[in-house]
């Protein structure tokens, strides 16, 4: 009998296939339910041993993950989740710090492992200890405590914020060029005084705020009259803490009341546009000042003049400075120094004697004024420099035009380096050190000499000089340094319309080997004249003008390591070529007498100052 609803009538092979077919669908069904179930992230729900079980923990209860709750979980497992932790959680923590975090858990679970081996005989395992894990955090607050940082945390800036561990973190920078702020009460004054004032105009146009308008006010004048007699902190009043809080309060009760934005504005911007006025008006009174002091002999300097002139005539000295034998001898070494400073020409001739193989055949003659020849008379009748003869002159004896004392002529020269002429490249700044109208009286003042060494007193001889007496100048009058870094034609404003070679170096003064007799042959004094009176404008770039054009293909050059200038105003100079060169010339504004001169180069000069003078000690004189 056929039944065609009956299971039984299904032969065993369809069978078979339908079961083959269920199988197939449902791992189809299962292999899109699994990776559905870790995208969701429903995997954090099953509970297996170790690692998925910690974080189904900590993902529900975040506080619970610091502790041992759970003690079938390795200590492993545990330390290492709450190292990842620490990672996630707290990304801005030092290295040094992380690494300290990572021992102390280590420890703790070696400790722990270590308790947990001993376990009694009666097999129930001991009830697992809660370990709180202290991490080194930045601010950490305590319930009902104050804030406080970590001792471990080193490279945290003034604001509390960690530093960033990082090539070029300012806060690391500050931390380590940090400077006290000077004169910092006076700061905070200021500001308080410029935000009261921009305050005060609202203020006071409140019908309501007359009290505080006064109290303002009042403080505003007040801080304003310390101010008038106070420019730094060790000048303020005693009371000045409380005047600061007193001004605090009133800004801080200003603040309290809706104000103007237009006015306040206005009155910060009258407040800016005062302290830039201020600002350049230092700027020009510092520029003045620093042309001042470069310009005046230091007080220091002046005394020494003063007593030894006192001195002079209070103890009249009957021993002459040299014979006049010596000093008109053309067969000896003479050198010539124009200076009015007594301390600077006692340098240039103490240096040349020191490094002098034989000193007995130097003379040396300082040309100086009449108000500072009686004391330079009297130094160097005090003191002596080896063997050598010094001889003091007054300028003015021999001056027919009624001409003072001229030092040699340092004229400021700027231009682009020869190596970059571009108009973006770099500017360099020159002193160029010429004769002065005074050097060209030396025919005339030493009719029976036939050459002379002229060293200008801002110089420090470093080796000994007799070779320069032997030189050969090859009928050339003047020998001298080359500065070829400047060229005439850089120079040919100055220099007008003449005709000479535009690409010669420009010659230095400071040392200058002069052919006397070869002067007088071409009358080179009387065509310095006459390029004066043809030329006009500031002095100074006429006598740059004369100087140059005067000794035109008459300059005899000398070997860049006779001497090296710029000592008076280059900072850059190498240390390695400053002793290496026979003559320093401190050419420039910064002298070495001066408290302007360059730190790194006045040592080579003070060297041969001499220090047992007692005048020196009486002034003051302590460069």
Known sequence: MKSGGSSYGVSPMKRRWRGLVIGVLGLVLFSMLVPLVFLLGLHNGFHSP?????????????????????????????????????????????????????????????????AHDDVPKTGVPPPTKKVQRSFPNINK???????????????????????????????????EHKEDMKDSMVKKLKDQLFVARAYYPTIAKLPAQDKLSRELKQNIQELERIFSESTTDADLPPQVEKKLKSMEAVIAKAKQFPVECN????????????????????????????????????????CLSMRLTVEYFKSPHDVELSSTEKCTDPALQHYVIFSNNILAA????????????ESVDQVFHV??????????????????????????????????????????????????????????????????STFSNSHYLLPQ???????????????????????????????????????????????????GGKNFDRNSCVWMSGLNVIDLDKWRELDLT??????????????????????LLTFQDLIYVLDDSWALS?????????????????????????????ELGIPKYRHFWRNFRNQEEQFLSDCNVSS
């Open 141 to 175: 607050t305590s319930v009902g405590g104050p804030t406080h940082i970590t001792e471990d945390l080193k490279n945290v800036d003034e604001s509390g914020k960690q530093c960033e561990l990082k090539y070029g973190s300012y806060c690391l920078w500050s931390r």
């Open 566 to 594: 710029g000592l008076g105003h280059e900072y850059g100079l190498n240390i390695q070529a400053i002793k290496r060169a026979a003559v320093l010339h401190y050419n420039g504004n910064m002298k070495p007498w001066l």
């Open 263 to 302: 006015n306040v504005d206005k009155k910060l911007r009258q407040i800016f546009d005062m302290t830039e006025d201020e600002a350049n008006f230092h700027m020009k009174q510092s520029a003045f000042l620093y042309q001042l002091a470069v310009q005046t002999m230091p007080k220091s300097l002046h």
């Open 367 to 432: 040309l100086t004024n009449a108000q500072n020849y009686y004391a330079m008379k009297l130094w160097f009748i005090r003191n002596t420099y080896k063997e050598a003869t010094v001889q003091v002159l007054n300028i003015e004896q021999f001056n027919s035009d009624n001409l003072h004392l001229s030092l040699p002529v340092e004229f400021r020269v700027s231009f682009h380096s020869v190596e970059n002429s571009s108009p973006m490249a770099q500017i360099r700044t020159e002193y160029l």
């Open 526 to 547: 009387e065509t310095h004249r006459t390029l004066l009176s043809m030329q006009e404008g500031p002095s100074e770039a006429v006598a740059l003008h004369a100087s």
């Open 346 to 357: 006692s340098v240039v001739i103490n240096s040349t004697v020191m490094h002098a193989k």
């Open 445 to 495: 003042i030493f009719q029976n000499l036939k050459k002379v060494v002229v060293l200008d007193d801002d110089v420090v001889v470093q080796k000994d000089l007799s070779a320069l007496w032997s030189l050969d100048l090859g009928g050339k009058v003047n020998g001298a340094v080359q500065l070829c870094s400047i060229k005439l034609n850089i120079l040919k404003s100055y220099l």
């Open 50 to 114: 170790g690692f998925a079980s910690e974080q189904s923990s900590a993902a529900s209860n975040p506080i619970r993950g610091y502790s041992r709750d759970n003690s079938d979980q390795s200590e492993g497992d545990q330390s290492r989740h709450v190292d990842d932790l620490v990672r996630r959680l707290a990304p801005t923590l030092s290295q040094d710090l992380f690494k300290k975090s990572i021992r102390e858990s280590e420890k703790e679970t070696s400790s722990s492992g270590t």
